[in-house]
């Protein structure tokens, strides 16, 4: 923003580096682990949306194609939970999750459950962003702004298409 290219290219080669670094200690063999002496630990990695989005490319391709192979495998009717410790769940980072997915075939197969959620949900209020991956039970965090989140497949088209241009 400042025109600072030095510090730009600095802590650009930084973040490459951390993000080469995390891939290596990071991986599981089938996914990526919560914490890197978590064995047998997992959690979505909703925020590696903006990576792809800002351009950036820290993280390679290998590592959405696996962690979107594993959120398949392993969720609920009603999502992917957070992590591996429970089974409640963010819709809109689950979106965001299914935003990294390389086909529309595999993004639907994750957007999908939100859509149950959203219709068999145990209350009739404002869709919540929070609930239970397993039942539908929303917990009391519903109509925030946070919802917005479902639009970023939206948001990522767009761009894509912007700079396809």
């Not at 075939?105 to 999908?112: P, S």
């Given at each position: ?40 630990t997992w959690s979505q990695k909703y925020n ?118």
């Amino acid at each position: 923003m400042v025109s600072d290219k030095d510090t730009e290219e600095k802590y650009m080669k930084l973040a490459s580096e951390f993000a080469s670094k995390w891939e290596l200690e990071a991986f599981g063999g089938d996914h990526y682990k919560m914490t890197f002496h978590g064995e047998g630990t997992w959690s979505q990695k909703y925020n590696l949306v903006w990576d792809k989005l800002l351009g950036f490319n820290l993280f390679s391709d290998k590592v959405a194609e696996t962690e979107v192979a594993w959120y398949i495998k392993n969720q609920y009717k009603y999502g992917i939970p957070l992590d591996c410790r429970k089974t409640f769940t963010k819709s809109d980072w689950v979106i965001w999750s299914a935003t990294l997915a390389q086909s529309d075939d595999d993004f639907k197969k994750l957007a999908e459950p939100i859509w149950w959620y959203v219709n068999d949900c145990d209350r009739r209020s404002p869709v919540g962003d929070w609930h239970e991956a397993t039942n539908a039970h929303a917990n009391p965090m519903y109509a925030r702004p946070v919802i917005a989140g479902y639009f970023m497949k939206m948001l990522s088209n767009k761009i894509s298409h912007k700079w396809r241009l």
